[in-house]
C-alpha cells in the first residue's frame, strides 16, 4: 500500500469521525432517544446524509417509558424551499410490538395446551389400569383385610392423580363437562357454607343476588372449582382479614365489548363478580395470571395451575373471566356466561335437581367386543364384564376387531371401543362394524373431552354413549348395562 493510499484512507476515516462528531453536537433528534443508541442513531444519520438511506434503525425514546418507534430517512428535493438536508420518518411501533407479544403468547400458551392435553390423554390411560386393578383387588379384600388399606391407599392417590389430570385438560380445554340448566343463586347458596369454612373468620362473605336471574347452562362442578379457586386465592391475599364480595347480575350486551386483547360479543350473559380488599395484583402481574404455572406465591405454597385451570373451564363453558385490580383497593374476577334460554327451561331445571341414578344390579349378559390398544386398560375392562357375566371379545385395535366381527359366529350385543387408536379410530369403527351389524349399540371411550371429537362426527354416531377416562369398575359396568337395557 502506498502512502499516498494509506493517507486516503485515513482521510476518509477522519471525515467520516468529524461527521459524527458533527452529528453528537446537533441537539433535537439525538436527545429525544436514549443516550446509549445515540451514537448509533449518529452514524445512521451521516450514512443518510451520504445518500446511502440504510434500513429502518429501531430507537426507544429518553425517558422512564418504553415508547419504541422505527426511523426512516428520506431525501429533500433542492428546489423544495426547505433548508434542510434530510427528512426523518418515526414510526410508533408500540402497538405493533404489543401485538407481536400478544401473538407470541398465544402461540406458547397453545402450544402449552396442546402439551398438556397429550400429557392427560396418556396419563389417563395409567390412571384407568391403576383405579381399575384396584377395584379388582377390592372384590377380593373385605374392610378387615389386612390388604385393604394398602390398596384404598393406592386407589385414593390415583385418584388425587386424576383430578391433577383434569385440571391439566382443564387449561387445555379438553376435559369433559356435564353441563345442566342451572338455577346460579340455588349453586352458591349450596356452595356458601363451604366457601365460609374455607375463608375463616377473619373475613367476611357477602352475597348479594340480582332478582329474576337468567338461567345458565354449565358443568355444576366445575363452575364450583371457579368459585372456590378464585376464593382461596382471596383468602391468601387478605391474611389479616377483609371482605369477600359475591354478586350476581344480569347483563346484556348490543355491541360486543373489548376487554385487553379479548372481545366478547353481543348478547346476553349472567354476571358473577367475586371481590376482596386485599393488596391488589401489580399491572404487570395481571397480564400473566392465567398462564399456567404462573404464581406470586411463596415457593410451594401454589401450584400456578388453579387460575390457568378457571380460565380454561370458562372459555370451554362458552364464557369470559377477566380480572380488574387497583394497588391498595383489592382485586376483582368478572365471570361472564351465557344466559340460557329456551321454552323448556323450567322443566330442564326440575329434571336437572332430579336427576339422582338410583342403585341398581350390574351384572348382565351378552357379548361385548371390547377395542383398546391400551393392554393394560383393554385386559382390566375384559375382567371387569367377565365378572359380572358379560362373554368379552378382545381385540387391540380397529382391523383386529373388524375381523372379529366377520368370523365370530354369534351375535355381538354391544361394542365398547376407545376413541384414538392407531390406522383406524373409533367411530371409523363403529361406522363400519354397523355396515354388516346395523344399528349395533356402541360406547367410545376416551381420555379426551366428548365434544372434542362429537362435533367432527357425523349424525349417524349421535347413538353411541361416551365414557371418559379414567374411569372405575362401577362406572365401566353401569353404562354398558345401561346401554344394553335400551330400546
Known amino acids: 500500500m502506498t502512502g499516498a493510499t494509506r493517507l486516503s484512507k485515513a482521510t476518509s476515516r477522519f471525515a467520516a469521525w468529524s461527521d459524527v462528531q458533527s452529528c453528537r453536537k446537533e441537539r433535537g433528534v439525538l436527545q429525544l432517544i436514549k443516550e446509549e443508541q445515540r451514537d448509533t442513531l449518529a452514524e445512521f444519520l451521516v450514512e443518510a446524509r451520504r445518500g ?41 411501533t408500540a402497538r405493533l410490538r404489543t401485538l407481536e407479544e400478544q401473538f407470541a403468547q398465544s402461540q406458547k400458551m397453545q402450544a402449552v395446551g396442546q402439551l398438556a392435553g397429550g400429557i392427560a390423554h396418556d396419563f389417563n390411560n395409567l390412571l384407568t389400569a391403576m383405579i381399575g386393578f384396584c377395584d379388582l383387588l377390592l372384590l377380593r379384600h373385605s ?11 393406592i386407589k385414593q392417590n390415583a385418584n388425587r392423580a386424576a383430578n391433577l389430570v383434569r385440571q391439566l385438560l382443564a387449561f387445555s380445554r379438553q376435559q369433559t363437562l356435564q353441563p345442566h340448566v342451572l338455577v346460579l343463586t340455588d349453586v352458591l347458596a349450596e356452595l356458601s357454607n363451604l366457601l365460609r369454612r374455607l375463608i375463616g373468620e377473619t373475613i367476611d362473605l357477602k352475597m348479594v343476588h340480582s332478582r329474576d336471574l337468567g338461567l345458565i347452562k354449565v358443568d355444576q362442578g366445575q363452575l364450583e372449582q371457579v368459585i372456590i379457586n378464585i376464593v ?37 350473559y349472567v354476571l358473577i363478580v367475586v371481590s376482596d380488599t386485599g393488596p391488589g395484583i401489580e399491572s404487570k402481574n395481571l397480564d400473566k395470571i392465567f398462564e399456567p404455572f404462573y404464581t406470586t406465591k411463596e415457593v410451594g405454597a401454589g401450584t400456578g395451575l388453579g387460575l390457568s385451570t378457571v380460565y380454561g373451564i370458562i372459555k370451554q363453558t362458552g364464557g369470559f373471566i377477566f380480572a380488574e385490580s387497583e394497588m391498595g383497593k383489592g382485586t376483582t374476577f368478572k365471570i361472564f356466561l351465557p344466559r340460557y334460554a329456551s321454552p323448556d327451561a323450567a322443566e330442564e331445571v326440575a329434571l336437572t335437581a332430579s336427576d339422582v341414578a338410583p342403585a341398581r344390579d350390574l351384572t348382565g349378559s351378552g357379548t361385548v367386543l371390547l377395542v383398546e390398544d391400551e393392554a393394560a386398560v383393554r385386559q ?20 383386529l376387531a373388524i375381523d372379529i366381527l366377520d368370523s365370530h359366529e354369534g351375535e355381538i350385543d354391544i361394542l365398547v371401543t376407545d376413541v384414538v387408536m392407531p390406522n383406524m379410530d373409533g367411530p371409523t369403527l363403529i361406522r363400519n362394524a354397523r355396515q354388516s351389524n346395523p344399528g349395533m349399540k356402541a360406547i367410545l371411550i376416551s381420555g379426551y373431552a366428548e365434544d372434542v371429537f362429537r362435533k367432527d362426527m357425523d349424525g349417524d354416531l349421535e347413538d353411541a354413549a361416551f365414557l371418559a377416562k379414567p374411569f372405575s369398575l362401577k362406572e365401566l359396568l353401569t353404562i354398558v348395562n345401561a346401554r344394553l337395557d335400551e330400546d
Open 52 to 92: 446511502h438511506h440504510p434500513p429502518a434503525l429501531e430507537i426507544g425514546f429518553a425517558g422512564d417509558g418504553e415508547q419504541t418507534a422505527q426511523l426512516h430517512t428520506g431525501a429533500i428535493e433542492k428546489d423544495s424551499g426547505v433548508s434542510a438536508d434530510l427528512i426523518l420518518y418515526l414510526v410508533d
Open 143 to 153: 374392610a378387615g383385610d389386612q390388604s385393604f388399606g394398602d390398596i384404598m391407599q
Open 232 to 268: 382461596v386465592n382471596a383468602r391468601d391475599a387478605m391474611p389479616d382479614g377483609g371482605t369477600l364480595t359475591l354478586r350476581t347480575e344480569n347483563v346484556s350486551l348490543d355491541t360486543s365489548a373489548r376487554h385487553r386483547d379479548e372481545t366478547m360479543p353481543a348478547g346476553d
Open 380 to 399: 382390566f375392562a375384559a375382567r371387569a364384564l367377565s365378572n359380572k357375566g358379560y362373554t368379552v371379545l378382545e381385540a387391540e385395535n380397529g382391523e
